[in-house]
């Protein structure tokens, strides 16, 4: 019953945006912090940014400036505005859900809940 689903991935060309989407349901989402991972061709999944239940954010310093997590509890959405993109951002997006309690939140591979991915690729 619990589910995560991420959208809004696609081909942009370098210096573009796209805004991911990860929708939840089976779940209250205040209850818990998000995570986005990505996860390129022969590399390790990577954190990406997360945010707590309070709203506190955390980034990757390879993304810093230039990616943006927000969430939207009435819709149970959390999304993830991808800016200034570069080839090297090219993976598979994952969002993740973890019932933290604490007011900051942390990027783990150890997430229980995982949506499917989406495609980001970042080409001319």
């Known amino acids: 019953q619990l589910q995560l689903v991420e959208s809004g991935g696609g081909l942009v060309q370098p210096g573009g945006s796209l805004r991911l989407s990860c929708a939840a349901s089976?779940?209250?989402?205040?209850?818990?912090?998000i995570g986005w991972f990505r996860q390129a061709p022969g590399k390790e999944r990577e954190g990406v940014s997360c945010?707590?239940?309070?709203?506190?954010?955390y980034y990757a310093g390879s993304v810093k400036g230039r990616f943006t997590i927000s969430r939207d509890n009435a819709k149970k959405t959390v999304y993830l505005q991808l800016n200034s993109l570069k080839p090297e951002d090219t993976a598979v997006y994952y969002c993740?859900?973890?019932?933290?309690?604490?007011?900051?939140?942390?990027?783990?591979?150890?997430?229980?809940?995982w949506g499917q991915g989406t495609q980001v690729t970042v080409s001319s």
């Open positions: 993740a859900a973890e019932a933290r309690l604490s007011t900051v939140c942390v990027l783990s591979k150890t997430y229980p809940y």
């Open positions: 089976g779940f209250t989402l205040d209850n818990y912090a």
């Open positions: 945010i707590s239940r309070g709203g506190t954010t």
